[in-house]
């Protein structure tokens, strides 16, 4: 699971990195910044920030021959589907998608793409932007990015405030959080996850003088992660039941006032 994880990708990108800089001839050039991103990444105390001086620094490190970022998020992404052995939650998010959910996920691999056989989108095609938005566009929509197109995955300190300020982007979150009922599924590191995090708070801040319209998935060992944000949260028995749990949406008779098949 740490592979999957904001940080294991990064850890990861960094392996990457120092195995294929062989080739480069100069890794003492680079080693400052290798032990130093090394060192963010293994420090259990490590806040946010540090997390994303590390991931800047690695997306440096990627930056020192044009192939090594697409190289890596190939390598990491291209047959990770192959790996899922738990497919309960995406054959539930696919009963969902078929009865009318829109699907859009932080994380770059294309897991949901080839289990719904969908295609992906991001921020490099306005036009389907438009199309999903308009719900015209039967798609899985990346705000971060998709391994496939690394012109425009979200790694690094200076990608996150770039997204805060794409407008593509940004008309499509505040269409769907304006028009929809969105359950997050899998954000558990609320505000202080790098990845996640970013996005909560400019959700948070756009919606600040809203009520609690929309609806956190947490296990019930997780306290709430997110308590500046007006969620309602619900709650599943732990990860392994998120499957179930998702499935159970799909009956209507399960719903009450306030609460989705919550304990």
Known sequence: ?????????????????????????????????????????????????????????????????????????????????????????????????????????????????????????????????VSYQRGSLNAVFHPHGHWRNADGVVLSAEDYYGVKGHKDVQEVLKHVLATKT??????????????????MEWIGEKHKTRGATHYLLLSKSQENPVTELALNHVQCESFDDIGRWLGDLLDMNERREGIINGN
């Open 182 to 199: 969105v359950l997050f599924v899998g954000c558990g590191g609320g505000l202080s996850d790098p990845n996640f995090g970013k996005l």
């Open 1 to 129: 699971m740490y592979r999957l994880s904001w940080t294991g990708c990064v850890a990861n990108a960094l392996d990457y990195f120092e195995d294929q800089a062989k080739t480069l001839g100069d890794l003492d050039h680079h080693r400052r910044d290798i032990n130093r991103a090394r060192q963010l990444l293994q420090d259990p105390n490590a806040t946010a920030d540090d997390l994303l001086d590390a991931a800047n620094r690695v997306q440096k490190l990627l930056s020192a021959r044009h192939d090594l970022y697409s190289g890596w998020l190939k390598h990491q992404f291209k047959s990770l589907y192959k790996y899922m052995d738990k497919p309960a939650i995406l054959d539930s998010l696919k009963q969902l998608h078929q009865k009318g959910a829109m699907l859009m996920t932080t994380n770059y691999d294309d897991m949901l793409e080839k289990h719904l056989d969908i295609p992906p989108i991001d921020r490099s095609d306005p036009h389907a932007l």
